[in-house]
């Protein structure tokens, strides 16, 4: 034992040995020092194994230091491979953490997403014709040659692809007809090409990207924020500043966030026609292949575009000198489970540590991002039009009590009557309405029983579609039941409210000849599914579409021509300081899906509340009136933008030594100026399988470091091992 056991202790009697900072993938408070064995060459960012807890665990060396200082350390076992990490993805780890008060080795695990991505893509052997000919010429080998004339093939899908068995290919092989070399089962992406035409720009698009060409040229961080209205081409204009970046610095590495993985097909088909090769794809759905494909290829820096999903902002990127932040004011940016983050707010922040140009582009920006362009931090880059002859909706209410729809109906008359007009003309209507599935309750018309969920007690959504009853929060789902639980009546269960799909049954009865179709992530699921719908819109295959908001972002259906809000009051009401501010982004988003191209379009808004000031603002264009009347309320109350928010959420099994635990974290709050501390209270979903939740919400001036006060916060409280706690940086619900 003395030799396994002190092993190390008796290396570090032979005079100072340098040691290293490790940092693991897990919830621990910091990176832990290890010898480094003699022989082993380390450098920052390399993955290495070490003993941790009794096993051997992966991590990555933060910091090579010259000695231990005579203590006895433990020693890393040996190194692995794969792309080291880059400066300036540690540092985003390390800063990260701090400002959203995780320990730094959760954001690494973010990093690293899946220890498989360190493993070398396996190699394959693929074939290419040699120039030789076979002295006897067969058929069979014929189709072969033919086959092989492409691209490189492994040898069973260069059969495959003649018709011929595996033998017919190794005769070839043997011959020296075919030569074989290896390659990664992982190609690499193709590389943009930076001199392909764009579309010709108009004078205003012009000037925009003159501004953006110059920050390009500065080099170094940025901010820019694209304000246009839908389709006045702000995606054509950051193509430009794309373009300029890789004609000047060709490895450049270039990060383009988008909010819904429904709009990155159409996107990278964009990305494709624009440059010439497909981005490196990102998001949570990408197969196990794919995502240690995109890993690898970013770190070793061989990924020069990324399109993703709020996640991608973690990837180990080595040279991002570009982060495009697309529909910058999209709510689904906010991470809101897990590690609570906001992915624009990160990237800005990783631009400036990498020295990246950080481009936010919306239609309806958010209050937080025009402030800051108001107040000069960021490039203000306007385009007030539509590009070409295409001309912004005209928007029109309907007052649903003047025009109440029938009862267990949902469309009124005069939204009816244009969707008539629009259909006999070969147009297409869009009815928007952001409620996923068929009715919002289930009732029991016996008894008055509601149908909640047991996770949450909040109440089941129905879905004919499946014919499942769900819970929307956590994914809870259950066969809707033939007879009620409560009064065990038969069939008496019944749906209460509109969702997409009963929107759609009701769309299918008016029009009985119309191809109605619905498109929520719950009926299309998965990109292909989507892209397919997509293709079917934007063909004139479909007359009704019945959507959710995946229905109202970023889509270009040319024969759209008008938007039918089924219910502009949703929303308005609710515990979400963004509530008026989202609502009204949401019926931009949804009324600027009309009238894209050379067809003049149209939205009616179907509200109760003609005169809230949200809709007023809509109907008028007018979004300096509503953007006022929300800034001053912002304003007043100090609230975001004008003030910073955080909240506490502790969770645990049992409500009554929850209590007890948030009662002592209540009284360790550090009294600072400028701070105020509310709670503990129920949150906003009070119990979530199983476990209570109680929150503190924080709320500061805008000069304070509400970090750095939720840290200070959370070294002086001891937090039992039952109990969850979970800090959110500038939460949403408020
Ligand atoms: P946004 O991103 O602002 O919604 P897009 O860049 O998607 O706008 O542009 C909307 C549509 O108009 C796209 O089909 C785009 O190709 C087209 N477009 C934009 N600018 C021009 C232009 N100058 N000439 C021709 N077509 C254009």
Redesign the pocket.
Same mark, same amino acid.
């Given at each position: 034992t003395l030799y396994s056991g002190s092993r190390h202790v008796l290396s570090d009697l032979f005079g100072p040995r340098p040691c290293a900072a490790i940092l693991f993938p897990l919830p621990l408070p910091e990176a832990f020092d290890y010898a480094i064995p003699e022989g082993m060459e380390l450098e920052p960012g390399d993955h290495v194994a070490a003993p941790l807890g009794g096993r051997m665990a992966q991590g990555v060396v933060w910091e090579v230091k010259p000695e231990s200082g005579g203590r006895a350390l433990k020693s890393i076992e040996h190194a692995i491979g794969g792309p080291r990490l880059g400066e300036g993805t540690r540092r985003f780890v390390d800063w990260a953490a701090g400002y959203l008060v995780e320990p730094p080795g959760v954001i690494l695990r973010q990093v690293l997403r899946s220890t498989s991505a360190l493993r070398p893509s396996p190699v394959e052997t693929v074939y290419r014709l040699s120039g030789a000919q076979p002295q006897r010429q067969t058929p069979a080998r014929q189709a072969v040659l033919e086959a092989a004339a492409g691209e490189a093939m492994s040898a069973a899908d260069l059969a495959r692809a003649a018709g011929v068995s595996g033998s017919v290919v190794k005769g070839l092989v043997d011959l020296g007809v075919l030569i074989g070399e290896d390659r990664p089962t992982d190609p690499p992406f193709d590389d943009p090409d930076p001199y392909r035409e764009g579309? #010709?720009?108009?004078q205003i698009?012009a000037d925009a990207a003159i501004t953006l060409r110059r920050l390009v040229s500065a080099g170094g961080f940025q901010c820019a924020l694209i304000d246009?209205?839908?389709?006045?081409?702000?995606?054509?204009?950051y193509f430009e500043a794309i373009a300029e970046l890789v004609r000047r610095e060709p490895e450049a590495q270039i990060l383009v966030l988008l909010p819904e993985i429904a709009l990155t097909q159409s996107v990278m088909d964009?990305f494709e026609a624009r440059f010439g090769a497909r981005p490196a794809l990102w998001h949570s759905d990408i197969g196990q292949k794919e995502r240690r494909r995109v890993w690898r290829e970013v770190a070793s820096g061989r990924a020069r575009i990324v399109a993703g999903a709020r996640s991608a902002l973690f990837l180990p990127f080595t040279r991002l000198r570009c982060t495009i932040v697309?529909e910058e004011h999209d709510p689904t940016y906010k991470q809101d489970e897990g590690l609570t983050y906001h992915a624009r707010d990160l990237a800005v922040a990783r631009g400036k540590l990498e020295g990246a140009l950080t481009i936010l582009?919306s239609?309806t920006p958010s209050l937080e991002s025009l402030v800051n362009a108001e107040a000069g931090r960021y490039v203000h880059i306007r385009?007030p039009g539509? #590009?070409?002859t295409?001309q912004l909706p005209e928007i029109d209410t309907i007052d649903l009590r003047d025009f109440p729809p029938e009862k267990g109906n949902w469309l009124s008359e005069p939204l009816i009557a244009e969707m008539d007009q629009v259909y006999e003309k070969g147009e297409q209507s869009l009815l928007y309405l952001n409620r996923r599935g068929f009715a919002p309750l289930v009732l029991c018309r016996a008894c008055g029983h509601k149908m909640k969920s047991p996770e949450t007690d909040r109440w089941l959504v129905e879905h004919r579609y499946t014919g499942r009853l769900i819970c929307h929060t956590t994914g809870f789902s259950m066969p809707k039941p033939k007879a009620c639980p409560e009064c065990g009546a038969q069939d008496s269960l019944t749906g209460v409210g509109p969702g997409v799909e009963r929107v759609a049954e009701e769309a299918r009865h008016r029009f009985p000849d119309a191809v109605v179709e619905v498109f929520s992530s719950d009926t299309t699921q998965g990109a292909d599914a989507v892209r397919a719908l997509v293709g079917r819109m934007e063909r004139g295959e479909i007359d009704i579409l019945v959507g959710t908001q995946i229905a109202a972002k970023?889509h270009?259906f040319p024969r759209l021509t008008l938007v039918g809000v089924v219910d502009a009051d949703l929303g308005l009401a609710g515990g979400d300081l963004r509530a008026g501010e989202r609502t009204y982004q949401m019926l931009v988003q949804a009324a600027g899906r009309a009238g894209?191209a050379d067809r003049p379009g149209r939205a009616l808004l179907q509200t109760h509340q003609p005169d809230h000031e949200a809709i007023q603002a809509l109907v008028a264009g007018d979004r300096t009136a509503f953007l006022d009347a929300e800034r001053m309320m912002r304003e007043m109350l100090k609230l975001p933008p004008y003030g910073r928010l955080a909240a506490l959420i502790l969770s645990g099994p049992e409500p009554e030594r929850l209590e007890n635990c948030a009662r002592e974290v209540a009284a360790a709050a550090p009294h600072a100026e400028g701070v105020e501390v509310f709670g503990p209270a129920d949150a906003p979903l009070a119990v979530v399988r199983g476990r209570w939740r109680k929150r503190f919400l924080v709320q500061a001036e805008r000069r304070v470091d509400v970090s750095a006060y939720m840290r200070a916060w959370m070294a002086r409280v001891k937090i039992p091992a039952a109990i969850r706690s979970s800090v959110d940086i500038e939460p949403y619900s408020f």
């Amino acid at each position: 034992t003395l030799y396994s056991g002190s092993r190390h202790v008796l290396s570090d009697l032979f005079g100072p040995r340098p040691c290293a900072a490790i940092l693991f993938p897990l919830p621990l408070p910091e990176a832990f020092d290890y010898a480094i064995p003699e022989g082993m060459e380390l450098e920052p960012g390399d993955h290495v194994a070490a003993p941790l807890g009794g096993r051997m665990a992966q991590g990555v060396v933060w910091e090579v230091k010259p000695e231990s200082g005579g203590r006895a350390l433990k020693s890393i076992e040996h190194a692995i491979g794969g792309p080291r990490l880059g400066e300036g993805t540690r540092r985003f780890v390390d800063w990260a953490a701090g400002y959203l008060v995780e320990p730094p080795g959760v954001i690494l695990r973010q990093v690293l997403r899946s220890t498989s991505a360190l493993r070398p893509s396996p190699v394959e052997t693929v074939y290419r014709l040699s120039g030789a000919q076979p002295q006897r010429q067969t058929p069979a080998r014929q189709a072969v040659l033919e086959a092989a004339a492409g691209e490189a093939m492994s040898a069973a899908d260069l059969a495959r692809a003649a018709g011929v068995s595996g033998s017919v290919v190794k005769g070839l092989v043997d011959l020296g007809v075919l030569i074989g070399e290896d390659r990664p089962t992982d190609p690499p992406f193709d590389d943009p090409d930076p001199y392909r035409e764009g579309v #010709a720009l108009n004078q205003i698009q012009a000037d925009a990207a003159i501004t953006l060409r110059r920050l390009v040229s500065a080099g170094g961080f940025q901010c820019a924020l694209i304000d246009g209205v839908t389709g006045s081409g702000k995606t054509e204009v950051y193509f430009e500043a794309i373009a300029e970046l890789v004609r000047r610095e060709p490895e450049a590495q270039i990060l383009v966030l988008l909010p819904e993985i429904a709009l990155t097909q159409s996107v990278m088909d964009r990305f494709e026609a624009r440059f010439g090769a497909r981005p490196a794809l990102w998001h949570s759905d990408i197969g196990q292949k794919e995502r240690r494909r995109v890993w690898r290829e970013v770190a070793s820096g061989r990924a020069r575009i990324v399109a993703g999903a709020r996640s991608a902002l973690f990837l180990p990127f080595t040279r991002l000198r570009c982060t495009i932040v697309d529909e910058e004011h999209d709510p689904t940016y906010k991470q809101d489970e897990g590690l609570t983050y906001h992915a624009r707010d990160l990237a800005v922040a990783r631009g400036k540590l990498e020295g990246a140009l950080t481009i936010l582009a919306s239609a309806t920006p958010s209050l937080e991002s025009l402030v800051n362009a108001e107040a000069g931090r960021y490039v203000h880059i306007r385009l007030p039009g539509r #590009a070409g002859t295409a001309q912004l909706p005209e928007i029109d209410t309907i007052d649903l009590r003047d025009f109440p729809p029938e009862k267990g109906n949902w469309l009124s008359e005069p939204l009816i009557a244009e969707m008539d007009q629009v259909y006999e003309k070969g147009e297409q209507s869009l009815l928007y309405l952001n409620r996923r599935g068929f009715a919002p309750l289930v009732l029991c018309r016996a008894c008055g029983h509601k149908m909640k969920s047991p996770e949450t007690d909040r109440w089941l959504v129905e879905h004919r579609y499946t014919g499942r009853l769900i819970c929307h929060t956590t994914g809870f789902s259950m066969p809707k039941p033939k007879a009620c639980p409560e009064c065990g009546a038969q069939d008496s269960l019944t749906g209460v409210g509109p969702g997409v799909e009963r929107v759609a049954e009701e769309a299918r009865h008016r029009f009985p000849d119309a191809v109605v179709e619905v498109f929520s992530s719950d009926t299309t699921q998965g990109a292909d599914a989507v892209r397919a719908l997509v293709g079917r819109m934007e063909r004139g295959e479909i007359d009704i579409l019945v959507g959710t908001q995946i229905a109202a972002k970023g889509h270009n259906f040319p024969r759209l021509t008008l938007v039918g809000v089924v219910d502009a009051d949703l929303g308005l009401a609710g515990g979400d300081l963004r509530a008026g501010e989202r609502t009204y982004q949401m019926l931009v988003q949804a009324a600027g899906r009309a009238g894209r191209a050379d067809r003049p379009g149209r939205a009616l808004l179907q509200t109760h509340q003609p005169d809230h000031e949200a809709i007023q603002a809509l109907v008028a264009g007018d979004r300096t009136a509503f953007l006022d009347a929300e800034r001053m309320m912002r304003e007043m109350l100090k609230l975001p933008p004008y003030g910073r928010l955080a909240a506490l959420i502790l969770s645990g099994p049992e409500p009554e030594r929850l209590e007890n635990c948030a009662r002592e974290v209540a009284a360790a709050a550090p009294h600072a100026e400028g701070v105020e501390v509310f709670g503990p209270a129920d949150a906003p979903l009070a119990v979530v399988r199983g476990r209570w939740r109680k929150r503190f919400l924080v709320q500061a001036e805008r000069r304070v470091d509400v970090s750095a006060y939720m840290r200070a916060w959370m070294a002086r409280v001891k937090i039992p091992a039952a109990i969850r706690s979970s800090v959110d940086i500038e939460p949403y619900s408020f």
